[in-house]
């Protein structure tokens, strides 16, 4: 039950621009409907949901900003990285985020968008996808030791949700060539034409534990400009591996 209520919470945090209905809910978590719609009054009950009874769709709950901020004293590491990640957007004109591995997902914490036009809408604040999908997760993937990553490829298929570039063997060559230019490059593979560059940032341990990301369209990330970008995440990825191991309240390492 609490890990049906964390997928939907997760689902919610994901789809909740304008709220979301039940039917949309259920088919992100893949639950039949009747079974969401009982977590979301369970969670309607405790605060962690809302919803607007004129329309019918659900939202992210009062009680949640609560927790956040509580939660935030301990895991400040946005706050750190914010400076990073608007001065990357005002550097280079494009979209930038920065992520956080948690357990074997992706998370995007925060989201600057430069002063060109277009824009890629592959991440908002609060996506989520697995290790080796979008570029953050790819960069993270890499930076893993091999055992891990040969562990994690022969588990996981990522093929029905994210197609074939995503099977094994190609997903292994992205992986070596992203050890060889120590960013990660994501060339279309989730939405076609919108291109990404991904830095791992390390804990105090050495850890990948979170990335800073550039995305684009296609035209903006050809050669020269895309090796200046990949060499400008590196620097700004390895001085924010810097604070944040400096930093008192760090987060800690992903389980």
Same mark, same amino acid.
């Given at each position: 039950?609490v &890990?049906?209520?964390?997928? !939907?919470?997760?689902?919610?945090?994901?789809?909740?621009?304008? &709220?979301?209905?039940?039917?949309?809910?259920a088919?992100?978590?893949?639950?039949?409907?009747?079974? !969401?719609?009982?977590?979301?009054?369970?969670?309607?009950?405790?605060?962690?949901?809302?919803?607007?009874?004129?329309? &019918?769709?659900?939202?992210?709950?009062?009680?949640?900003?609560?927790?956040?901020?509580?939660?935030?004293?301990?895991?400040?590491?946005?706050?750190?990285?914010?400076?990073? !990640?608007?001065?990357?957007?005002?550097?280079?004109?494009? %979209?930038? *985020? *920065?992520s956080?591995?948690?357990?074997?997902?992706? !998370?995007?914490?925060?989201?600057?968008?430069?002063?060109?036009?277009i824009? %890629?809408?592959?991440?908002?604040?609060? %996506?989520?996808?697995?290790?080796?999908?979008?570029?953050?997760?790819?960069?993270?993937?890499?930076?893993l @030791?091999?055992?891990?990553?040969?562990?994690?490829?022969?588990?996981?298929?990522?093929?029905?949700?994210? &197609?074939?570039?995503? =099977?094994?063997?190609?997903?292994?060559q992205?992986?070596?060539t992203?050890?060889?230019?120590?960013?990660a490059?994501?060339?279309?593979?989730?939405?076609?034409g919108?291109?990404?560059? =991904?830095?791992?940032?390390?804990?105090?341990a050495?850890?990948?534990?979170? =990335?800073?990301?550039?995305?684009?369209?296609?035209?903006?990330f050809?050669? @020269?400009?895309? =090796?200046e970008?990949?060499?400008?995440?590196?620097?700004?990825?390895?001085?924010?591996?810097?604070?944040?191991?400096?930093? @008192?309240?760090?987060?800690?390492?992903?389980?």
């Amino acid at each position: 039950m609490v &890990g049906r209520a964390a997928g !939907v919470l997760r689902a919610l945090a994901e789809l909740d621009t304008e &709220g979301a209905r039940t039917a949309d809910v259920a088919r992100a978590v893949d639950l039949p409907r009747p079974t !969401v719609h009982r977590v979301l009054t369970a969670l309607l009950d405790e605060g962690l949901v809302d919803r607007v009874q004129e329309t &019918g769709r659900w939202h992210l709950g009062p009680e949640l900003f609560v927790l956040g901020a509580a939660a935030a004293r301990r895991y400040d590491v946005a706050q750190v990285a914010h400076p990073t !990640v608007r001065r990357l957007a005002e550097l280079t004109g494009e %979209s930038a *985020f *920065f992520s956080v591995r948690r357990g074997e997902d992706t !998370v995007c914490l925060l989201r600057e968008d430069g002063d060109f036009p277009i824009r %890629s809408h592959v991440l908002t604040e609060g %996506s989520r996808f697995p290790l080796g999908v979008v570029s953050a997760g790819l960069a993270l993937l890499a930076h893993l @030791p091999d055992r891990e990553v040969e562990d994690y490829l022969a588990r996981v298929d990522l093929v029905p949700s994210y &197609g074939r570039p995503h =099977a094994t063997e190609p997903l292994r060559q992205r992986i070596a060539t992203t050890r060889t230019d120590g960013y990660a490059t994501n060339p279309g593979l989730n939405v076609e034409g919108s291109w990404g560059l =991904a830095a791992a940032v390390f804990d105090r341990a050495g850890r990948p534990s979170w =990335a800073l990301t550039l995305t684009g369209i296609e035209s903006r990330f050809a050669q @020269p400009r895309r =090796a200046e970008l990949g060499a400008l995440l590196l620097r700004e990825a390895h001085a924010l591996t810097g604070r944040l191991s400096a930093g @008192p309240s760090a987060a800690a390492p992903p389980r």
